[in-house]
């Protein structure tokens, strides 16, 4: 957490402004603090400084679960992990205790990056695939097919939730959006992914791509004091769920570990394929 549909709601929010919000594209870094050194992976804090400082924030895109800055010649990239957010606030405004490293913008305004946890990470690099290059494709990309998706998961052995999760085999799905898209999908989270056929293999892909495209439009979800705005938790179907009815055929919600991974199925719905 924040998953996918948590950082792009995020980075769609800093593109893009709101009425409350300031627009960051084309505004130019003034200055650079850095609270906590080992938020910064790269470079040293003196050369982090000094490279950002008048570069003009160019773009604001998504990779996977990173926050990518197009500068005019570097490119910050952001991974929130388990904690991190991106407030932007008045460069005036006292410094929070909980503020990890902070980037002071056109119009006296203040990009700070909030992690009470500290796992977060910030890198400033020439090229980004120094970062994401063993990323996995993305799942909304248009010209990720079902035909791919079948030959990734039939070329491992391996239990359908942890390969899910494993970013190098597809890029931004976390523990929340896996659970829901494999009770979408009528999949049991144990399947040995080998085991899967084409028609399940693109029934999958169709359940990922619903279920993160429902939680883009719903700003994601909020369910801890970390990330807010979302109210996709309201229409979890499995989710933290343990206990409840299964939204399809009404079984209670069962909750298990899988690669050590808390995991919400439903024993029905999700038998096949095991």
């Not at 992976?41 to 570069?55: A, D, K």
């Not at 970062?131 to 052995?157: I, K, N, Y």
């Amino acid at each position: 957490m924040p998953e996918l549909p948590e950082v792009e709601t995020i980075t769609r929010l800093l593109r893009q402004g709101s009425d409350t919000a300031p627009r960051l594209v084309g505004l130019v870094v003034r200055d650079a603090q850095v609270f906590w050194e080992r938020t910064l992976e790269t470079p040293s804090i003196g050369e982090f400084r000094r490279r950002i400082t008048g570069q003009r924030i160019r773009d604001i895109r998504r990779r996977g679960k990173f926050i990518l800055f197009e500068l005019t010649t570097d490119t910050l990239l952001i991974h929130l992990r388990m904690s991190g957010d991106l407030l932007v606030e008045a460069a005036s405004s006292p410094i929070q205790p909980l503020h990890r490293l902070a980037l002071y913008l056109d119009y006296d305004l203040r990009l700070a990056f909030n992690d009470p946890r500290k796992f977060g990470r910030v890198w400033l690099v020439t090229d980004a695939e120094i970062v994401l290059g063993s990323l996995g494709p993305e799942p909304l990309e248009p010209d990720f097919t079902a035909g791919e998706l079948h030959q990734r998961l039939v070329s491992h052995r391996r239990q359908l939730k942890p390969l899910l999760l494993d970013q190098s085999f597809l890029a931004g799905l976390g523990n929340i959006y896996a659970d829901e898209a494999l009770h979408l999908a009528h999949l049991h989270p144990q399947t040995l992914s080998d085991s899967l056929s084409y028609p399940q293999s693109e029934r999958l892909l169709q359940s990922i791509r619903t279920i993160l495209q429902e939680g883009i439009r719903r700003n994601g979800a909020s369910i801890d004091w970390v990330y807010r705005g979302g109210d996709f938790q309201n229409y979890f179907r499995v989710y933290q769920r343990t206990g409840e009815p299964c939204p399809e055929c009404g079984t209670p919600i069962h909750r298990i570990l899988v690669g050590q991974r808390g995991t919400h199925y439903c024993p029905i719905c999700q038998d096949g394929g095991r």
